[in-house]
């Protein structure tokens, strides 16, 4: 069905379908062929779930990543790489005042720019949420599906609880695709993953929300697929925050595209000989059909595994580098007392895993300093603690930083492979007198195995929304989100964020 959105200078026409049309497309549910397509199952999974597959644990954790993800976004849309990219949108495309954007009220974009923006503020930092295969997973869907809200007119916005469904879909359907390979477990090195599942995941949470059918669901991944991927070659640089601004803006248009009836290969995610598909990029792809969200042995992956969020906005890696320095901060100051001074630290050795790109010694930029484990132990070794002022530009060229920086070296243990969910890191400090200080950390705190408390994502939250937003407002957010699977509408939520 064609919704026409009237503007004061044009109209915008945006396909999609008709909230009053919502439940009767999920009604009318076709029955599985015998023999179905890892594709199709995927395009029956995303159109059939509903508000009652989400269990309690699952609408938990997933309204604590949108909050912290609203968070690090809001934070986010104070930088300059997010301004860049707001300006590149506002003077080379014409405005269209549909959808918010983060951080600056009154501003708005067409709904795919938006969510180009949006997504951008919220990788801006490397502060947004992590999972395990590594990917960030809330980063890429949620800025698309807030665009879509406000796509749609005031009496066909969806409920919290079809919001939260539709996210969850993007979540669910990033992890069963990392699920596929081996190799995706590990630290990337030749793609950064958001910029390739992020994308669908976008899209399939898109397609969930505009209520498309099973076939424009597999349309919509399959097209998503087209327009994914980008080199690890830009991490450290204020490129990578435009993989994530890519995927939710890139998977909104696929769902559109495919809304439009627009045709893709009804096999991108299978395992067909000879032919690249998602195979493209996982070598060791071998998927499988994603149960019925009805079957009895069904569950989402949010249910078994928690979601990583971070406290200091860096690469995941750096968080157990710095909690282990951390320890040994604190031991130098019981052992010295006072502040830390270089020349009492003859040698630092870090034992972390091998990965090259977050590796830098001397970091020169903000965001290199966001992916270098020795910037990350010789700050928390200074500071006790890595901070969001961490990594402003005094901080980060204190003469005292760059003395302990020439001190370090690394180790690559065996026993420690670049993968978030069984490393950990090792930080020995020699120091002149001859005194050696140890400190390892193998689970640090906001770790999906050591989430963190509500009370620390609400402070997380509180400092991050309130770079921009007054604190009554900050804190409508929060109960806002808290309690999104009891509104009727998602326009409280609009209104507190535009």
Known sequence: MLLTVQRSTRCLSVLSTARGLHKSALDV???????ESVTSSFGRFIQSVQPRHLSPTVLQR???????????????STTDVFELALQHCQHMYASDDISFVY??????????LAAFVNGIATHSMDFDDTWHPATHPSGAVLPALLAIIGMLPNNSKPSGLDFLTAFNVG???????????NK??????????????????????CARLLSLDHNQCSNALAIAASLAGAPMANAATQSKPLHIGNASRLGLEAALLASRRLEASPLVLDAVPGVAGFSAFYEDYAPHPISSPDEEEHSFLLESQDIAFKRFPAHLGMH???????????????LRGGSISPNLVQDILLRVPISKYINRPFPESEHEARH??????????????VTVQSFHSDALHRPELHALLSRVRLEHPHDNPANFNIMYSEVEVTLVSGDVLRGRCDTFYGHWRNPL????????FHKNAGAVLAPERVERLINTVEGLEHLDDCKPLLEQLQ
């Not at 549910?29 to 023999?35: H, K, L, T, V």
């Not at 979540?171 to 390979?181: A, D, T, Y």
């Not at 995706?184 to 949470?205: C, E, Y």
Request: charged letters at 20%; hydrophobic letters at 40%; proline letters at 6%.
């Open 453 to 460: 408390s509500g009370e620390s994502l609400r402070k997380k």
């Open 29 to 35: 549910a076709e029955r599985p062929a015998p023999e």
């Open 320 to 334: 157990w580098v710095a909690d282990a320095a951390a320890i040994v901060h604190k031991a130098l100051v019981g």
């Open 103 to 112: 951080g600056r009220q009154g501003v708005k974009l067409s709904p795919t």
């Open 372 to 385: 270098s484990f020795q910037f990350n132990a010789c700050t928390a070794l200074l500071d006790g603690e």
């Open 171 to 181: 979540i669910e359907i990033q992890g069963r695709l990392m699920r596929f390979s």
């Open 62 to 76: 997933s309204k604590r990543m949108v909050l912290d993800s609203i968070g690090v976004g809001l934070l986010g």
């Open 184 to 205: 995706a477990h590990n630290i990337p090195k030749r793609f950064h993953p958001p910029s390739v599942v992020g994308t669908l995941g976008s899209a399939a949470a």
